[in-house]
């Protein structure tokens, strides 16, 4: 916020201004090759310890649909979606992220990410056959940040369930909704993506400068991904829609009734940044998935960029609930394309957690009304 | 379904396949010139008759946020958006529309827009102050359809109130979701509005391969407008968003306990097209507003197309209640850019009313298993 | 509305007062025996033509739970319920019910049904054993106005499965609600059943004193029975609550997804009268099931009566959506104790259906604006 | 649980048994006199410090109507409410609860509350103006546990509102569902209240026999109040029902709107006990008001007691999330007749919260699998 004027602070708390170049100290280089134009997240490839049980979960408890499996792998997709798959788990011996999949408009594209990725001196790796079922020609790279990334177009078409509503349950998760990366550098990696073509919707500042996530969208909606400041990379989550906030309190509901409630990390609650309504769950092995929905529409190219001071404690939940320091600290691996967990780089900007919460942080519910304790009798 | 296979119908009873070029008997040329990027739909000008009657119903009924207003004009905007308004309602001597507004991606596409209608022989005008408060540089036009649209890039920000739950109603309208137009032939309105760059995601068709509607979007979902067989040019109806069910529900309490419910004409129900539930109102001169809410994602070039068989009774409404007769016969005047009437040509194809419903037409539940009546004990 | 006063007419456009005593013409004596304690409706016992189709519906598409089930019967109960069941499905050769059954305070209540009906000179029987599974001690008559009642306090108890959301369904049914019973002479039945113990909440009356319906609770809610005006002894309907709307929207929408939506006879609507959110569904032998949320608590004793004036077309739907015509004139017959059909008799008094829509009736949505058109481009 | 059979245990992990006597230490006498006939929970009076930010806060914030109100009191009710008021705020020097009050159901039962607190030796005083305005003839005591409790018949009748969808906001509160008080010795205060005519609907306990909770009711819903265990007398909340759960989530959105998130004291959430959806609030005294939606039916004699264990994680939010330490230690200070502060006496029995988290407590999710930790990254 040193760089906001007071004449952009909104009524809500926060700050709106136009998306503007990113300075980044070690920044990633530009480019000369032409981005792909990413379509929107497909589907995450994760690898899983035991498939059983990640199948349980996923299947059982959450609902998602089987279009394909067998011992190896399950490929699973939501109500709405008509392509192959929006999740792959994969058995393997560590529970990490083998591919954050990003479809693009047209087969050309291809060409167009082999090229700028390599360009920008990444591993990259194209299979016509696709890297995994239901999905064609594709391209898989290793991007400036670490992140395993893959483009394809090609794809088979399964039955969109939408009208099944006899097949639904109380928690439906109708489509994938986004991704949610942890890296060190969060204005490098803004940076980096805005040259691939994403837009910042939201971001999270203080007033020295530091910023501590950022959200990042190709399809209308505030995100297709984000970066969230932290030991990285490694991958946050990956969440689902749901249509409606009962949907995802059913969910809850239904942990409970199976004695899985400690599945349960955070929420559910109602985000300040995207006013959504979320929850994050742990897979069986502790890969964090979030429930969302209704967050609001940013396909305008002047969608106004809404800024939250770090220390306003609604702006990861807008009810001022604690966030669990778990959510903070803990994330997935990724995996390089051999399928070797990535090293993970230590973040060196001051930490959310820790500028909020404890002997060093504070947060306000009203900006000048500085309190340590979160809200009223809260000891946390 | 003439040209429909088999192996194209779902498990829903609709059929799916790839868009395909329309033959349209009495096509509108292509231009040479390129189509103006559209980003939405971004706003109607609706003439009333009655200034306060009209703003009671937007505003004190449905909840519409005013922006700006004087003896002439009202400007209203839902919750979630930040351009000047979504709908301008204006003092006139005859209920119309006087503009199907488009938000378009740059100042550049008004030149595109300008080229465009001009190489089709339109009528354009193009104004650098705009034609309404808070809208910069527009063009104007009286399509080849006969109906009235704008297109502009520059607008007023107006602060986006999706934070502001202390000023929410239980029908909160969050965004204007899409236009609907009634016209006589709907291929040569299809594909005339294919080459404006809009894509077809779901139809009704016969047997016979007459087309009694369609529906067309720029932004990933249904529709931004749609067209709707009939006597025309005139419009349907102009459509807002709610983010739940209950949200629409509540708006018919409300009109109960203001004994206004005679403002409903249709609904609420679940629609078989789109897959959304909504309703219909009629404003005090009589123009129809939908609200809608939960279609689906459809921004992916294969995205398939929706075909629906006029003769299932669930097209219209998923659980089968019947479609009142004004429903398919009443419509909107549209204006010229004099502010004239447009003259209204009548329908030759055949009429979805007279084909499902009464002596000459039919509807199933089940395909294969007609019945006359639509459902257990009705006799309408 | 002829006894009533302005000044008893509400905000709303109805009327309240305290409970008075009925006048009949032709009134049932008021038994010198004290009437028994009747907690609640418990359980319906209905006659179907075909056991497997009935399963279908209340089993595999309404979601309630089956107790227990041979090739003769089968036992349901909804998911707060403790009592062994709510409904009873039995095959039998002509669709009928058999049994409404209300469940007594103590056992002793059970001698006080057969004191009181014995007096009646109605035919009793008593069975130490039941006379149907799960249920002890109980008592059947065939009451004054030719209903079979039954009374009961032994039951054998079940798992509530309130808590078992791995269970439930987006249309889940939590609890039985109510019966309603199609009687010719509203006030002879009204002022039976007060004589039996029940309580008036609500009715429907014109000028000239005509009831064509009230509605009597014994539980704090609404009604546990009602007395609707029409040829008679019929049932109207039985019903369940759900905890919310979107749970009734649920159950409409899987009936589309299952091709079922002619089972859809009316709504769904919010009543006006009970002011709950309500949808009726005719059954594979056309019995009637309501599914009905959030009505009012009426458990004090001097509960306003609310009364409806007959030609105010929000009583029936708040919304003013019309009746469709089945739901006036079609209802299921009732068994003797030998399993017979009653003689239906027919109603005298003037038909609700006939003074409302038609020739000779009228209905208003804004009282002094009397309009034969029930809204806005209805043509009914 | 110690007294629990295995056998009673359920499929959700809670027990069910018939209610039976409960063994106080030190019972309070049972009366030879009758009981009142008690109704149901109707109305708190509470003293406030200020009376314009309670105001604000039930009227602005929560949406209370205001039946009447003066410079010392206001008075207000819930939607669905027909007589005078549901709760009294009343300017004071010290916040207090000054009354819980319960409606009875005839006049005579006001003497028969007189009767059985004499014979108890307790405090009491009779109004035939009543002690507030809209309230007739009443009885106030100080009962055998220290709280001042209010019978009543008479009162003024005021429109109820449940039809006037026109004023409704999204987070309408309905009726007044029930009181919770704190006292240190929970089955002596079980055992008083069954004598006043109360029914145990749910306990918490452990293997000892420790009861550190239980729910009573008249009306049949899970509770009219509760004995919660701790430093007493004092007042834990008073509670109103919404119809929907998103109503509750609305009264959070509409606090962060405000920037007055930090009266969130806890939740939402779903409980175990009661299955209801909930939410806490602290106005701005501190007085605790629960926002509560969708408990069961409870109403029949044999109606099963549930029982939770102490150490069952989801017991208090089935979700398993963490309760908040204040909610455990802070309550509100009860006033004798005089408006003199009720001393406060120290629970000597085990303290929930010691026995459930910290160094001597435990919690477990699923039995046998006992955790120190509540969930998955959780530190608290």
Redo the contacts between chains.
């Keep these: 916020m040193a760089k906001l004027n007071d004449s952009d602070k909104?009524?809500?708390?926060?700050w709106?201004t136009q998306e503007a170049p990113i300075e980044a100290a070690n920044p990633v280089a530009t480019p000369q090759a032409e981005a792909p134009d990413i379509?929107?997240c497909a589907y995450m490839e994760l690898v899983v310890t035991d498939l059983a049980a990640s199948r349980e979960f996923y299947v059982d408890v959450l609902g998602l649909y089987v279009t394909e499996e067998d011992e190896e792998a399950i490929y699973l997709r939501s109500t709405?979606e008509?392509?192959h798959h929006n999740l792959v788990l994969r058995k393997g011996p560590v529970a990490a992220v083998a591919a954050f999949s990003y479809?693009v408009?047209?087969p050309e594209d291809l060409d167009r990410a082999v090229a700028f990725y390599t360009e920008l001196g990444c591993e990259v790796r194209r299979s016509e056959q696709g890297f995994v079922k239901g999905i064609g020609d594709s391209v898989r790279v290793v991007d400036p940040l670490g992140f395993p990334y893959e483009f394809f177009y090609q794809t088979d078409?399964v039955?969109?369930l939408?009208?099944?509503?006899?097949?639904?349950?109380?928690g439906?998760l109708?489509?994938l909704d986004h991704f949610n990366q942890v890296t060190p550098d969060v204005p490098r990696a803004v940076r980096h993506y805005q040259d691939l073509g994403f837009r910042v919707t939201e971001d999270i500042q203080d007033n020295e400068g530091t910023v501590y996530a950022a959200w990042l969208r190709r399809?209308?909606t505030v995100h297709d991904t984000a970066a969230t400041g932290g030991d990285g990379p490694r991958m946050h989550h990956v969440a689902f829609a749901t249509?409606?906030?009962?949907n995802i309190?059913?969910i809850?509901?239904?942990?409970?009734?199976?004695?899985?409630?400690?599945?349960?990390?955070r929420g559910?609650g109602?985000h300040?940044v995207s006013?959504a309504?979320y929850l994050y769950l742990?897979d069986p092995d502790?890969h964090r998935v979030e429930i969302y929905t209704?967050d609001?529409?940013t396909?305008?190219?002047?969608?106004?960029v809404v800024t939250w001071d770090v220390h306003d404690?609604?702006r990861r939940d807008?009810?001022?609930?604690p966030v669990?320091?778990?959510?903070y600290t803990?994330a997935s691996l990724v995996l390089d394309l051999d399928g070797k967990p990535q090293p993970v780089v230590a973040r060196t900007d001051s930490s959310e957690m820790a500028v909020t919460i404890g002997a060093d942080g504070f947060s306000y519910?009203?900006e000048g009304d500085e309190?340590k304790g979160?809200?009223?009798?809260?000891?946390?």
């Design positions: 909104t009524s809500s708390g926060f709106v379509l929107r709405e008509f392509i479809r408009r047209t078409h039955e969109r939408a009208w099944r509503y006899d097949l639904q349950k109380p439906e109708v489509r399809k209308p249509h409606e906030k009962h309190l059913a809850c509901d239904k942990l409970g009734a199976l004695r899985l409630s400690d599945h349960i990390e559910p109602r300040g006013n309504f742990r502790g209704q609001y529409y396909g305008d190219p002047d969608n106004p404690n609604q807008w009810w001022g609930n669990v320091p778990s959510w803990d519910t009203r309190t979160f809200k009223l009798g809260e000891t946390l």
